[in-house]
Structures are given as structure tokens and as C-alpha cells.
């Protein structure tokens, strides 16, 4: 990998997303060697992800270059790697470009799509964790209403304008109330020759209550702010199959559609060589202690989704949100500190800042640890904590312009099909997917 050897004991950090870029910053100017690996080169704001596929923000606007991160940082080095295993007897860590052996070892690698084996779902349905998904979700939904306005066939013509998104937290809440949004403002004008009333937008939750993590109240604001909007809200209804035109369910319900979303589950992203069963939580997450160790190992840690700190109040770890990650990476950074100072560790504390998700325009829900509230000020609080996390100050910028904007104009600007969409080419020759 080219990196000098240093009488600094070496940091090897893999995932560059929130967990690991609060916890890199924490070791600038210390007596470390830091070396952070991803397999972007760019930090993914994903909350804002739905924003990207519904044409409100350009991706360049939440993606924000590692390298600028750690600019002017001395004895850090960034690759461009995907790391494939971890040797943890030998202390290595083995990626595409080459291996790299390691003092410590920082685990930060997130989390992926769960589709929870269902490989119609998988092959034919869209996710949307990562900006090169965000996009051809993006292209697919505008390919779509292309591809309505050429068919005489009035069925063909519905599916083709139906969206099915499976899972009602707040992505799915979100994409809905955005799509919503177009359907209403934007599609009668840029087909004026398609009845696009005819549009529908579906919500498939498998529980009783949409954003199940938050207050009941803030459910059923949110399920009121969408049904206003016209999303038919279906609860108490799990999908069961899809084959890229049909929806089943367990219920009699079926859809006809060629999008579906499946924004219903999330696993922590394993490596190889450190997938020992005794360690994998539920969701693949591995099992740290209160100092983010893994389970038998005093070298390796873990945070953020793919970490698993159980305790009293988080039985089943902390939510795989950003804040636990932010706050992760920063008690592990200055742990980590304190080690080189060879001082003792602080066990971590999670402190609970609240959840909010936004539905559209004027209608946002917050729950602060004290307060509860929705509609207007809620949608306030939810963009300026936005644009407060958002890495970089044009990326802000741009954004704040963005919204401003798109508020003022009633409009989306950025719904534009640059790298086409084809689901048909969407599975390599091995069988892998390739977004
Ligand atoms: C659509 C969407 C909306 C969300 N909305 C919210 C929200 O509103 N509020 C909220 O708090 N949270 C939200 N989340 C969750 C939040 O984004 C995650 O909890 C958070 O990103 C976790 O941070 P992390 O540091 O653990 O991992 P990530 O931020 O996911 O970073 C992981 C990094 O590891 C890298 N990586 C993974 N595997 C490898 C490998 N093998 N080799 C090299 N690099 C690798 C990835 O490229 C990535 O850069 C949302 C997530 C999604 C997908």
C-alpha cells in the first residue's frame, strides 16, 4: 500500500462515515500513524439520499471527498480500498489493493441493504443506500413516466406509474411524502399529455404504525401529513415476492408495478475473518464492550451500525442512526488517546439528542428527549439539523440554495436521467449486483 513505516504505533480505520471520520479527527496531531481505508472516496451523507432519487439535491451536494477531511492532517493517509478480510492473527488487513498490517484496528463499515434473502426482491426491487443507488432510482422513476406517455395499454401505463416502497420508517416516509410532492407539483406540468392523477404512491409497513422508533404521536402525524398529500398508507401487510412487474403480499393485496423500494431492513456490513459466530449479533452486528472492543480482541474495535454495544437501556445496541455513530467515533477516538497516554479507557454513553423525520413541505416530525412537536417549526428544525451535520461548507451552501429554491420555484430541478437505468443489466455474469 505504500505507507512508511513510523515509530507511531498504526491506526487502521476502515469506513469513512460518520463513525469513522469523527473518530480519525479525534487523533490529529497525536503521536499515531492513521491510516483510513474506504472503498469511496467520499463521505455519504445518506439522510438526504431520498433527496438525490426524487431530483431535489444533485449528489455532488451530500458527498462530500475524504481526502478534503483529512487535508493538513500530518501521519494520516487515505486509500482508496476494499477491504475483503481481516487476518487477526497476524495483524493484517487485506484489501484489493494490497494488505497492511495494524497496531489497532477501527472498524466503521456501516451498514447494507437486508433483504433478508428474498432474491426476487433483491434482483428486481431498488434500495437506496448509496449515492449510485440514490441515482438509478432516480433515473428509473423518470424512465418510467417516459416510458408511460409510448404505451397505448392503460394497465401497462398504471404499473408503470404505481410505486410500491416497502418499510414505513423514516426513509420510506420520506420518499414517499417526496414523491408525493412531484406527483402533485411537478408531473402535470412536465407531461402535460399523461393523466399522471393516475399516479399512485404506495407505503407498505409490516407493523401497526409507521416510524416505529419515534412517538406515537409523531406516527400518526406523519401517517396524516401523508395521507393528505395522497399516499395510500397500507399497515399490517408484509411483502412477500416480487418478480419486477407483480407485488404479492401475505394479505390479498397485490400491486402491479415496475418500482418497488425496499427500504424495510438494514445489516451491519461483515468482513471476512472476523464473522466468528460468538461475536455476530443479530443483524450481523458484532459485540463490543462499553470501550468498543470486540468480544475477544483488545486491538479491534467497533463502531457505529455495524457495532453492537449491548446494555440495560439498549438491549439490542444502539439504534443504527447517525448520532450513536458520531458519538461512538468520538468516545472511541479519545479513548484511543488516552491508551497512547496509557491512561484508562471511558466506558461509552450513549446521550439521546432525539429522532425527527420529514414528510414534505411545511410538515416534519421531531422528538426531542423533552419535547414533541410536528408541522411547520418541526420542518425548520429538521433542515437546519440537516445542514448542521452535513460535511462542508459548500455542500451546505448548496443544499440551503437548493432548498431555498425548490421552496420558493415549487420544484425539483435536478430530475435528470444521466447514466440510464436498466434493471435487466442490473446482475453481472457471476450473479452479482452491481450497484
Ligand atoms: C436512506 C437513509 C436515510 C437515513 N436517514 C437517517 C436520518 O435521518 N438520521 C440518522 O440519524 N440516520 C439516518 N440514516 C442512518 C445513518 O446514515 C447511519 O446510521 C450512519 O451512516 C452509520 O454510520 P457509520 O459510520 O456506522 O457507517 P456509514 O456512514 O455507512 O459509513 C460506512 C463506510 O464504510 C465504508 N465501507 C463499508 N464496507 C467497506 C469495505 N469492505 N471496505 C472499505 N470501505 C468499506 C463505506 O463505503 C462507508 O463510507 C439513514 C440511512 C439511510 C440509508
Known sequence: MNIPQSSFPRFVIIGGGFGGIAMAKKLRNKDAQVVLLDKH????????????????????????????????????????????????????????IGDISYDYLILATGSETNFFGNKGIETMGMAMKTIPQSLNLRSLILENFEQALLTDDLHERDALMNFVIVGGGPTGVELAGALAEIKKGILPKDYPDLDTRRAQINLVQAGDRLLPAMSEVASRKAEQFLEGLGVNVWKNIRVAEYDGKRVTTNTNTIFDTYTLVWAAGVQAVGI??????????????????????????????????????????????????????????????????????????????????????????NKAVVDLPKFKFQGVFAWFVWMFVHLYFLIGFRNRVVVFINWVYNYVRFDREARLIIRPFKKQNRVDRRGLMQD
Open 41 to 96: 472516496n467520499y463521505h455519504n451523507f445518506q439522510p438526504l439520499l431520498y433527496q438525490v432519487s426524487t431530483g431535489g439535491l444533485e449528489p455532488d451536494s451530500i458527498a462530500y471527498p475524504i481526502r478534503k477531511v483529512l487535508q493538513g492532517y500530518p501521519n494520516f493517509y487515505f486509500r482508496l480500498a476494499n477491504v475483503e478480510e481481516i487476518d487477526t492473527k497476524g495483524k493484517r488487513v487485506l484489501t484489493n
Open 272 to 361: 471476512k475473518g472476523l464473522d466468528a459466530k460468538e461475536i455476530l449479533c443479530r443483524g450481523n452486528r458484532l459485540k463490543v464492550n462499553q470501550f468498543h472492543q470486540v468480544e475477544g480482541f483488545e486491538e479491534i474495535f467497533a463502531i457505529g451500525d455495524v457495532a453492537q454495544m449491548e446494555s440495560e437501556e439498549f438491549p439490542n445496541g444502539h439504534p443504527m442512526m447517525a448520532q450513536p455513530a458520531i458519538q461512538q467515533g468520538r468516545n472511541l477516538g479519545e479513548n484511543l488517546v488516552r491508551l497512547l497516554d496509557e491512561k484508562p479507557m471511558k466506558p461509552f454513553k450513549y446521550k439521546d439528542k432525539g429522532s425527527m423525520a420529514t414528510v414534505g413541505r
